[in-house]
């Protein structure tokens, strides 16, 4: 009796379980038929990257016919996003609304709505600036006009000569996306603590991984806006205490806890290597000796970090900075 009762509660158990992971699951479905179950832990303008049981799965958009997540925040954050890709701001704006509704604490949202604050003050400003353009190609009838591919060579420099001029940053393209290669010293970009070799990982919520120069130049040089909300990551090595057996804060001088968003500074020691690597209270880690965090329990950081061979660690973060550009456009 007692084995059919321990057998009833283990297949009951196992049930529940799958009852969960599919319940908490988002759903792609794409163009051919097939359903993939998992969560979708990126999205860049291209592409979905999707956490399943059988590991991440990159699933291009052009081949998606559908997708469901299981959080209505993020139904209704995708919902104003692509509303707001295909300039219907007035639809994107209600979207966003009632994304803040279901979680006030949503950054995507807040972003979003921030965003499209700007869209009044840009369609203002370009009512004035179609009246000096019509007198501009009037002058300029009958010019010469320069090869398309020099055309599109000068927009290219004059964009990056902008993005230089506000905002006192370099960017230049890599595999992992646009690179940080110089900071004028005192600029916009400085003084929101970017530096050298940082990544430039998201604009306005929006990630940069798959973006053309063109479209990061769009969204830092947006008109009308005098500030950028950017995520940057850095990677820097701080070293860490010979006595392996102390605390976290012990090791680097870092207190950590696992939240929402993942492994997350909640307190820097002063005057210790994590503080002098320029980490700071509300730093997302997101790789440590470059293991990935993203699945990482805090027990296996910690052991991780425990377990480095070397006198020093490498630790990957993320930072939520805000760029005040020296003039709106």
């Known amino acids: 009796m007692r084995r059919g009762t321990t057998g009833l509660v283990l297949l009951l158990s196992l049930v529940s379980i799958i009852f969960c992971i599919n319940l908490i699951a988002d759903t792609i479905r794409t163009s051919d038929g097939k359903e993939i179950r998992g969560v979708v832990v ?16 990159r699933v291009m958009k052009s081949n998606i016919s559908s997708i469901e997540f299981d959080e209505q925040e993020d139904n209704l954050i995708r919902l104003a996003d692509k509303a707001r890709d295909a300039r219907n701001y007035t639809k ?24 499209l604050s700007l ?10 600036r179609s009246i000096l353009a019509m007198h501009a190609e009037i002058d300029q009838y009958g010019a010469p006009t320069a090869p398309a591919a020099q055309v599109k ?11 230089d001029s506000l905002t006192g940053m370099f960017l230049v393209a890599d595999e992992n996306g646009p690179r940080v290669a110089g900071v004028e010293a005192n ?17 306005w919520g929006r990630l940069t991984g798959y973006l053309s120069f063109k479209e990061i130049s769009d969204l830092l040089l947006h008109k009308g806006s005098m500030d950028v909300r ?13 006595d392996r057996n102390g605390s ?3 090791l680097i001088g870092l207190h950590l806890e696992m939240k929402f968003e993942g492994l997350t500074v909640t307190d820097v020691k002063e005057y210790c290597p994590a503080s002098r690597a320029g980490l700071m209270k509300g730093d997302l880690l997101t790789a440590i000796n470059d293991a990935s ?25 993320r930072r939520d900075v805000i760029i005040w550009k020296k003039e709106a456009l």
């Open 187 to 203: 600029s916009p970009a400085f003084d929101a603590g970017i530096r050298k070799g940082d990544y430039l990982v998201a604009i």
């Open 230 to 242: 950017c995520t940057i990551e850095r990677v820097v090595d701080i070293p860490i205490a010979t």
């Open 153 to 163: 060579a000068d927009e290219s420099t004059a964009l990056k000569q902008k993005v």
């Open 92 to 115: 994107a704006r209600e979207y966003y609304e009632q994304a803040l509704k279901a979680n006030p604490r949503s950054r995507a949202a807040k972003d979003g709505l921030a965003f």
């Open 42 to 57: 990126e999205e860049y303008k291209d592409r979905y990257v999707i956490s399943t049981s059988l590991g991440e799965i």
């Open 119 to 128: 869209q009044v003050l840009q369609k203002e400003e370009s009512k004035k």
């Open 248 to 250: 976290c804060s012990d």
């Open 293 to 317: 965090t993203r699945y990482m329990p805090y027990e296996k950081a910690i052991e991780v970090i425990r377990k480095t061979k070397s006198d020093s660690l490498k630790l990957t973060f």
